[in-house]
Nanobody
């Protein structure tokens, strides 16, 4: 079974760049037809779908975050990463990495995310 684990700083100062890593075990990030994503949840709000990187390296970004977001992967380490620049306190929340392959209308990415990391809390504050 695929397992995902997020890692990164819990506290980031405003205007800085947030960098998170998702380490994957039990499966390869290059396995055909799988999509590897970042999803966040601000306090008291719903899920916000940020970006994904596909098994073949293709990427997709939420239009609202595209100018500040970068997703990448390191296949040798079976990891994928998220960078979010120019953070503000509104970027505070729990950040999850997730993966799936089934086409779905349940989220903006078009693929159901069947496996999730536990999430990591990121606070943006000076």
């Amino acid at each position: 079974q695929v397992q995902l684990q997020e890692s990164g700083p819990g506290l980031v100062k405003p205007s800085q760049t947030l960098s998170l890593t998702c380490t994957v075990s039990g499966g390869s990030i290059t396995t055909d037809s799988w999509y590897w994503s970042w999803v966040r949840q601000p306090p008291g709000k719903g899920l916000e779908w940020m970006a994904y990187i596909a098994y073949n390296g293709d990427t997709y970004y939420s239009p609202s975050l595209k100018s500040r977001t970068s997703i990448a992967r390191d296949t040798s380490k079976n990891q994928f990463t998220l960078q979010l620049s120019s953070v503000t306190p509104e970027d505070t929340g729990v950040y999850h990495c997730a993966t799936g392959k089934r086409p779905s209308w349940s989220n903006p990415f078009g693929y159901a995310m069947d496996y999730w990391g536990k999430g990591t809390l990121v606070t943006v504050s000076s």
